[in-house]
């Protein structure tokens, strides 16, 4: 049933009295001054860090090794004589955009990267946690497998049919080699050896409230059906950081209907700045790749048969979640 305007009321109401606990909470002087400190001195590392890389230039690959990495990519057997697959991917489009990538995942996000060798060559399944209210985790993720795992992979992202439906950037989305998130899409790209990256908890995920940070949702369970029937392996991979780059306070699913939009996230500093307030804050990264798990059973099982093979995947990934969270010493750090 779709919520009435006074369930949305509600939920409004419910929102802004947490936020005034909040505000309350750190405007106690003692609250206050801490927060303040503790962020005041990540962010003055973080900018140490940050400066040091730029004014090293050390975050940039040197360009014989972007070339021999776009050497390896153009080999692929699923590029036609155009340097093009079926799906709209042009590995040689992406030439230009490798700068801004290199500076939004080495300095930016200063991304932090584990065991990227163990996705393994051919068909898989990378199956990861999604928050941060734009995709930016996805991004990061490509990022790894193109810039640090040698050979380098593409990883072909399953996107909302929303971000491929826009003007510019839904060719854009196709040149870098994201797909409109449909079963069969999926599944001619793992028949076609590809990395195949997923979010179980699509929207649901990325779109959750700040106060339900590294809270999984509930996954979907499309992801094992197609691993089964290919027999692809799932690679879980962890991201820690991008919960904490955009503060969502409330997602305003009646107004991201009307645009089309799959949620609408609204953030402290959207009063002030609109749209600019959905970009990401400097948070560090940390990337988790856990060992390929490889599944055996029926594509067509019932549904709890099914469910409990997606509860090892998610209970591998919280797994890496939590050892991320131990290891980082604060959200820019």
Known sequence: MAPTLLDQFARLQEVGETLAGQLAH????????????????????????????????????????????????LASENLSEYGVDPFGFA???????????????????????????????????????????????????????????????????MVEKFATSLPFFGTFCNRAGQVTGLPDNCRRLLEADEAVLVFPEGARGISKPFRERYQMTAFGHGFMRLALETRSPVVPVAVVGAEEQTINLYDAKGLARLIGAPSLPITPLMPVLGPLAMLPAPVKYRVYFGEPMWFEGDANDDDAVIAHKVDEVKRAIAAMIDRGLQERKGVFI
Do not use: K, T
């Not at 590995?91 to 500076?103: Q, V, Y």
């Open 26 to 73: 750190w405007a106690e002087p003692q609250a206050r001054q801490s927060l303040i400190d503790r962020v005041a001195a990540e962010l003055g590392q973080a900018g140490q860090e940050v400066a040091s890389l730029l004014l090293s230039g050390g975050w940039r690959a040197p360009p014989e090794e972007v070339e021999r990495r776009f050497r390896l990519l």
């Open 91 to 157: 590995p040689d489009s992406m030439r230009g955009f490798i700068p801004a990538l290199e500076f939004l995942h080495r300095v930016w996000f200063r991304a932090e990267v584990h065991d990227v060798a163990r996705v393994p060559d051919g068909r898989c399944l990378v199956i990861a946690n999604h928050s941060g209210q734009l995709p930016f985790d996805g991004a990061v993720i490509g990022a790894s497998l193109l810039m640090d795992r040698d050979p380098p992979r593409i990883v072909r992202s």
